[in-house]
């Protein structure tokens, strides 16, 4: 990934990134207790920041941390921030934190006033190797915790999980429990099976995916057969097509898993509809 760009936001005001200080006390710090946002915007255009801003509301919600902003604010802030940084094509990453208690208390909550951190980011272009070939990935079981629905800043699970596919030379690890797919350390997982497009349904194990919801979206708007349904750890294996999503990096085609070819070891076709579909919904209308 690309180094961060200069300016970030800091619980109200522009600064540099690199002269940025929150207090060691700041529970997100010390617990974990925060939540976060990433946004892609692409020539300055953030297609699915409605989503964003549903789902950090969501995420603050199921901490019972105070949202600090109303959704115009939001909006504003997301746009500030990336204009600062000269747009284009890039990311916001958000943190809300429940903010800075002196003391360490695991309960009750504090009422705090949460402490707003968002940073930028160029937004990686996805290799042509990748777009021809594909990537490889590698399989192992979801360690993550009970509440993965809340893109809480809690991520150690994840990060450990992201470095077996590294050790491995693979793109991504996509995660099993009790044999049945749930999500991948970073992504959502989609599999094609009889040209149908299956996710699993949401639930407290999986993340809500931004893109994963266009997808559902553009389905829908083209006819494509596409279902929330459980899948089992048979079916991710022998299905046809498999695809990572996320916002940075749109939809990607899996054509290895656990050094076994997918389908004919090829990007396939749904996919690449699906691609130029998504890339198209990128463009400011």
Known sequence: MA???PLCHLDGALLPLREARISPLDRSFLFGDGVYEVIALHGGYASRLHANIARLKRSLSELRIRNPHSDARW???VQELAAANGGGDLYVYLQVSRGAEFGRNHAPLPDLEP???GFCAPLPATPAEVLEHGVACITAEDTR?????IKSVALLANVLL???AVEAAAAETILLRAGWLTDASA???????DGEIRT?????????????GLIEELAAAHAIPCRSVPVSEAGLRGADEIWLSAATR??????????VSVGNGRPGPLWRRMRALVEASWVRP
């Open 187 to 193: 992504s959502a997982v989609h599999v094609v099976i």
């Open 115 to 117: 402490t707003v951190f």
């Open 250 to 259: 749109g939809v990607v085609a899996v054509t290895h898993l656990d050094g």
């Open 145 to 149: 915790w009970a509440r993965c629905d």
């Open 200 to 212: 699993p349904p949401r639930s407290h194990q999986l993340l809500p995916g931004t893109t994963r």
């Open 75 to 77: 909006n504003e802030l």
């Open 162 to 164: 992201r470095q077996q």
């Open 3 to 5: 180094e961060p760009l």
